[in-house]
């Protein structure tokens, strides 16, 4: 596997780990007198270390701080796998895997750096087109063979957003998460059905079209599949707070999201059942900033702000793990190889996590500890992550023919026996 991961200076690092080698039955060794025994045993170390495979690595890009890296996802362009990155200037670019070329890129006027302008909340490609959310509300849906370079919006969403993540499977699914903003569920086709149906009235109109401001038809409800409602007052009869941080879809139908919230708040809504959370669990004292899915769709994996991350089975609302060795607050978590919801088949899989104390870690899932397989640190304050499962390290080349002859020659002997001597 290939982790590709995100930072504040603008540059994309990736990292191939090596994979676990077995390691020999080793025979006692004699144990020597004096300092020759300790320089040999040195020497050994020393060898070893050289021999053993080390991480591939490499980076794409310059360091530059206005076009730190807000998200990072998989796309396609042109039937090629490549990197679909957000910058803070408000650039989208279409990045190479394996050189880190630029092959496409677009700006978004409603990023970047002055204090009206927002930041990527979430980045998707759909049907040829590049779905892309700012914090501020605009969703611009743009041609990926567009000859403009800027993105198109067809909708305001509403300020003060802080997710946007759309459907796995039906990526014309989307959902939204904010400051004070509850969980809203998008179509995106009914979006751009009705944005054609308001320009078709309008050229209809002519010269009487309405052109006051306050009479204008607002479309802010258009293509809206579900709307949450917030939970009860509390004890006090006091509104209880919304601030939505990430989100996930559990299920194939789309009815079932799970969320975390700054009020260290697990929710599950079932859009089918109630506007309301039907399940509402409150974890610890701090702010859950990431989620992800865990080692199945029954499964999630949070990430609060004091660097613990907690596997939480959905079903039951109980902990089922925790991932130790953490030091800084984790900025992206992912689980590889990403659980499909077509597929049902139990395999091997990895928590992998990017945190500000410039760390990429890979937990294991398989056994009761949870051990720590593999660490690298990258330099930067990391921002996300992204994994690309097909790629294998490249083994060296196994021995020549003519020396695996040998060495099996060498097996087939059977030992020499110790003869009795005369007397």
Known sequence: MKYFTGDESGLIKWIAFPPKMEQ??????????????????????????????????????????????????WATLNDEKVLLVGRKNGMIQFVSSETGEVL???????????????????????????????????????????SNTETTTIMDLGPDLEIMRHHPIQTHIFAIGGQERDLCIYNLTDILQNRSADEKSVDAAGPNKNTSSHKKKTN???????QAKNVKNDMLDLRQPIWIHDLQFINKEATQVA?????????????????????NIEIGK???KRLSIGIDYNHVVFADTMSNVIMLNVQTGKMVARFKGITGAVADV???????????????????????????????????????????????????????????????????EEEEEEDAMWESMELAKDRKRKH
Do not use: W
């Open 24 to 73: 020999e039955e080793r025979r006692p060794k004699k144990v020597k007198r004096g300092n020759e025994g300790n320089d040999a045993d040195d020497d050994d170390d020393n060898e070893k270390k050289s021999n053993a495979l080390q991480p591939l690595m490499g980076v794409f890009g310059k360091v530059d701080k206005t076009q730190a890296i807000q998200k990072l996802e």
């Open 104 to 146: 496409k890129e677009f700006k978004n006027n409603h990023v970047g750096t002055e204090e009206k302008q927002g930041y990527f909340v979430g980045l998707f490609i759909h049907d040829q087109h590049l779905c892309a959310c700012t914090s501020t509300g605009d969703l611009s849906y743009t041609p990926l063979d567009s």
């Open 220 to 226: 802010k409800n258009a293509g809206v599949v579900f």
């Open 259 to 279: 969320v975390v919230t700054h009020y260290h708040q697990f929710r599950l809504y079932d859009t089918k059942v109630a506007r309301r959370p039907v399940k």
């Open 286 to 288: 701090q702010p859950l």
């Open 334 to 400: 992912v689980t590889v190889p990403r659980p499909v919801m077509t597929d049902d088949e139990e395999k091997e899989r990895f928590v992998a996590s990017v945190s500000l104390d410039r760390f990429l870690r890979v937990h294991e899932t398989s056994s009761v500890y949870r051990h720590l397989t593999n660490k690298a640190y990258l330099k930067q304050r990391l921002t996300c992550l992204v994994v690309d499962e097909s790629f294998e390290y490249p083994l060296p080349e196994r021995k020549d």
